[in-house]
């Protein structure tokens, strides 16, 4: 197969990340930094908008195409004297 025959690349593509617990976790346990998504349903959850902050991890580029890395995270857990 040649790469000629493949497919285009997305123009965004988008990972989940999805956390299992134990049952020796508690029941009323949250995890830091995330609140409830309820548009996603009762176990989903999600950096809230006013503390969440856009990393430009890095990149790379070749003739055809390109791949940039981001990290969303809270802002909080970013040291003061890390560049963004």
Known sequence: MTT???DRLPQVCLLSLKVYY???TPSDFEM???KEDVCNGP???TIPKDD???LDVGG???HHDAL???VQTNQTR???NHTI
Do not use: H, P
Request: net charge positive; charged share 30%; hydrophobic share 35%.
């Open 60 to 62: 790379t580029a070749t």
């Open 78 to 80: 970013v040291s003061k």
């Open 4 to 6: 000629q025959a493949l």
């Open 22 to 24: 134990t049952d020796s």
């Open 68 to 70: 940039k890395v981001y």
């Open 43 to 45: 176990d989903a959850y």
């Open 32 to 34: 830091e930094g995330f």
């Open 52 to 54: 969440r902050i856009k």
